[in-house]
């Protein structure tokens, strides 16, 4: 079982839906982050989160610690969020070693 | 403020040939990493830097060496190719708060094909 779990693995949503993405993972972490890949592009750091909630713009990310549980969220989705999200965990303790989960690819259609 | 560079972003090679991926940060930043994504897989440590001078294997290091040139260089090297090392490189660097580490900044990907 891989340390960090995405779902859906693909994802196509029509343009204006409220996108949900899942991340599960199973050690005990000190952040997760939430990344976005465009096609051949390359990566961005969305959120790192430690506790509770953040938004910025139609971006929301969760989590839930004891339940060993993240969410994304987008808000009216648009074109352009077409993209791969990657879920990332950093585990405690050490260099602090970062385990990627293996994205999320969403589509949104007009 | 270029965050991270690494460079070439694409590269063909033969097997059995040697190359080295180049990447810098102008962030002040201690730690680097070099990871390569292949399709499937969450992307994979192959090595990394905690500070200057130092270097570290990550999961998948063999057929790879590393050198930390100075605290804003780190360059990977494959001494002879293969095509199991056809990938895509990204060389990442996490912003640090004291002994806590935050943000990860990533350049933008080397595609390497090997023949």
């Known amino acids: 079982k891989n340390e960090v779990e995405q779902s859906p693995q693909n994802l196509t949503a029509q343009e204006e839906e409220f996108i949900t993405i899942n991340c599960s993972y199973s050690v005990g972490i000190s952040a997760l982050h939430w990344l976005q890949q465009h096609p051949g592009g390359g990566i961005v750091s969305l959120f790192m989160l430690s506790s509770g909630k953040k938004k910025h713009g139609r971006l929301i990310a969760t989590i839930n610690i004891q339940e060993k549980h993240s969410s994304l969220h987008i808000t009216a989705s648009h074109p352009r969020d077409s993209a791969v999200y990657i879920c990332?965990?950093?585990?405690?303790?050490?260099?602090?070693?970062?385990?990627f989960g293996t994205g999320t690819k969403l589509q949104v259609i007009p | 403020n270029a965050g991270v560079t690494q460079t070439p972003k694409f590269q063909v090679l033969k097997t059995g040939q040697s190359m080295t991926l180049q990447c810098a940060q102008d962030?002040?930043?201690?730690?680097m990493y070099w990871y390569r994504q292949d399709p499937g897989m969450g992307l994979r440590l192959i090595y990394y830097s905690a500070s200057e001078g130092t270097t570290d294997k990550g999961e998948v290091p063999n057929g790879y060496n590393v050198s930390r040139l100075n605290k804003r260089e780190f360059s990977l090297r494959l001494e002879s190719a293969a095509p199991s090392q056809t990938s895509v490189y990204f060389c990442a660097s996490p912003q640090a708060y004291g002994a806590h580490t935050g943000e990860l900044f990533f350049g933008e990907g080397s595609r390497l094909t090997v023949l």
């Open positions: 962030m002040n930043h201690n730690s």
């Open positions: 990332a965990v950093r585990s405690l303790g050490g260099y602090q070693k970062v385990t």
